[in-house]
């Protein structure tokens, strides 16, 4: 089981920028799925974003591609996503999850295996984008 601690988040104006952090138990996951989801308020949960830890190959969602960005920090055991031109309706709860072993070797399988299976999740951080 790995525990995953979400740090960032908070309240921007639309337009402006958020950084989030996650990091992951002090193992290094080379074979590990991780990824930000997020839920509003009356929405369903999306996965917004996700990486195959050791190869770090990412796939993002129609709805943040080309405005957030995701990496990962090997030696730091951290997943981060990079947001900006935030819009209202990226407001929500933001969490990290994990799935390990990934069951997958992209960026794209990744996000199609955190759907299923057994995946771990952080307590969550909350973004709000309003004016």
């Known amino acids: 089981q790995v525990r995953l601690v979400e740090v960032g988040g908070g309240s921007v104006e639309p337009g402006g920028s958020l950084i989030l952090g996650c990091a992951a138990s002090?193992?290094?996951?080379?074979?590990?799925?991780m990824a930000w989801f997020r839920q509003g308020s009356g929405t369903e949960r999306e996965e917004v974003a996700s990486?195959?830890?050791?190869?770090?190959?990412?796939y993002y969602g129609d709805s943040v591609k080309e405005r957030f960005t995701m990496s990962r920090d090997i030696a730091k055991n951290m997943i981060y996503l990079q947001m900006n031109n935030l819009k209202p309706e990226d407001s929500g709860m933001y969490t990290c999850?994990?799935?390990?072993?990934?069951?997958?070797?992209?960026?794209?399988?990744?996000?199609?295996?955190?759907?299923?299976?057994?995946?771990?999740w952080g307590q969550g951080t909350q973004v709000t984008v309003s004016s």
């Open positions: 999850a994990a799935r390990i072993p990934a069951m997958a070797r992209s960026g794209v399988a990744c996000y199609f295996a955190l759907q299923t299976g057994d995946v771990n």
């Open positions: 002090d193992r290094t996951y080379a074979d590990a799925c």
């Open positions: 990486i195959h830890f050791g190869v770090g190959s990412v």
